[in-house]
């Protein structure tokens, strides 16, 4: 008879782990805090499921172990996340490299989730809130409200604090902490930034295809190029969650953030003085707003007018050309202060968790033989484009089957031991 696995999180990779363990001969058990399985997989992708990216490499993550990471990644890659998915019928498509169930419903991933659970006889505790984890000479004890299981093994894979109303509600740090293990520090990841300037309402709603560049004290930490969204409190889009995770670690430090965004990403300085000198061209009987009318959405460039100290009334030809040429500045540089992110309820991913060097490459704990982690609650957060579901599913599977006893039939196994 196979070992007992006890999962605390029914999530992406607390499913991935069950799976993989029942599906190896180990009775296991889901002890989940929501009343159903997989509640967060339904948000994912805009409720399409972005479920992995065919381009995988450590360079679309962030973690202080890249070494760690690209060993497991490398033991369950995008091909087995494929191949994972087909054995229980779900068929998967690539579009410009971005892996999504043909049928673009998220509700279909987390259908052929469940029905495997259900017919591999995988236990299912719904609504059960997960205390604490407590290593015997022989068992391992997990307590919930007044209540406890042991079990010959246990894998933690209880997400992280992002979307708490899903049930992420950061239980499994304490859960680690409580078993030795040290924290990299957690942050909101994939999330808004909200910014200190006080006109963001006249712009929100815009949308812009821009390069946006992350800076501390005059120093450039990174880059993003995407749609860059306007909120009345800061700025969102693709570009800005990649950047997020960064900003809040500034901000952690006591750095200063700032953000300056180039909405002409891909004109050269010669081209743009170019399109300058055609400008300049129709100043003739128009007001500084027409001169500038056409060149960027128009909420902006009534706000980059304010900026550079213009009235839009007035008459193009006898304008300040400093204040016409700061206005040109604003749309290759427009400066902004960072001074906080939306909170967990808004962020896609936690950045942080529990560190991989204390882990060992089947991801047990070396703190604790016999608990293993998978997930969000190890540091590893990944970019946008399905990074963050491979992990879940490449860690929920390493975990599950080295768990589950048979560590041997792992593929790739033999070229890391």
């Avoid at 209880?158 to 509600?169: I, L, T, V």
């Avoid at 800076?215 to 969650?241: C, H, M």
């Avoid at 959405?297 to 304010?306: A, G, T, V």
Wanted: aromatic share 8%; hydrophobic share 40%; with cysteine.
């Amino acid at each position: 008879m196979g070992y007992s696995v006890g999962i605390v999180g029914g999530g992406a990779a607390g499913m991935a782990a069950a799976v993989t363990a029942a599906g190896q001969g180990a009775m296991v058990t889901i002890l989940e805090g929501n009343d159903r399985l997989g509640r967060k997989i339904l948000s994912t992708g805009n409720g399409k499921c972005n479920l992995g990216n065919e381009n995988l490499g450590p360079e679309n993550y962030y973690t202080e172990s890249p070494a760690v990471l690209d060993a497991c990644l490398k033991r369950f890659d995008t091909r087995s996340t494929v191949a994972f998915f087909r054995e229980m019928g779900l068929t998967v498509k690539s579009r410009n490299g971005y892996l999504y169930p043909l049928s673009e419903q998220a509700a279909s991933v987390l259908d052929v989730l469940r029905y495997e659970v259900r017919r591999l006889g995988v236990e299912v505790i719904p609504e059960c809130r997960v205390r604490h984890v407590d290593s015997g000479k022989s068992w391992i004890r997990v307590s919930w409200d007044g209540a406890y299981r042991d079990f010959d093994r246990v894998i933690v894979a209880c997400g992280g604090r992002a979307a708490p109303k899903s049930g992420s509600d950061g239980s499994g740090y304490r859960i680690a902490e409580s078993l030795g293990h040290r924290l990299v520090p957690v942050v909101p990841g994939l999330v808004q930034l909200r910014c200190g300037e006080d006109y963001f309402k006249s712009v929100a709603g815009v949308r812009a295809e821009a390069m946006v560049t992350l800076w501390n004290r005059g120093k450039q930490i990174a880059g993003e190029r995407g749609e860059l969204l306007l909120t009345d409190y800061g700025i969102s889009g693709i570009p800005v969650f990649q950047l997020s995770r960064r900003a809040n670690y500034i901000l952690r430090d006591r750095g200063i953030p700032e953000v300056r965004v180039d909405f002409f990403p891909d004109c050269s300085a010669e081209k743009f003085e170019e399109l300058i000198r055609e400008r300049k061209k129709l100043g003739k009987g128009r007001t500084v707003e027409e001169f500038f009318a056409g060149m960027l959405h128009k909420k902006l460039m009534l706000l980059f007018l304010r900026l550079a100290g213009l009235r839009a009334s007035e008459d193009a030809q006898t304008a300040d050309s400093e204040k016409l040429d700061r206005v040109y500045r604003l749309c290759r540089q427009w400066q902004v202060s960072v001074t906080g992110s939306n909170s967990y309820e808004h962020a896609q991913v936690c950045a942080g968790g529990v560190s991989l060097e204390e882990v060992t490459q089947d991801l047990e704990s070396k703190k604790v033989p016999g608990i293993y982690f998978a997930g969000e609650i190890l540091d590893v957060d990944g970019k946008c484009g399905g990074y963050n579901l491979q992990w879940a599913w490449c860690s929920g599977h390493i975990a599950g089957m080295a768990a589950s006893g048979d560590v041997s039939r792992f593929a790739g196994a033999g070229k890391d031991r």
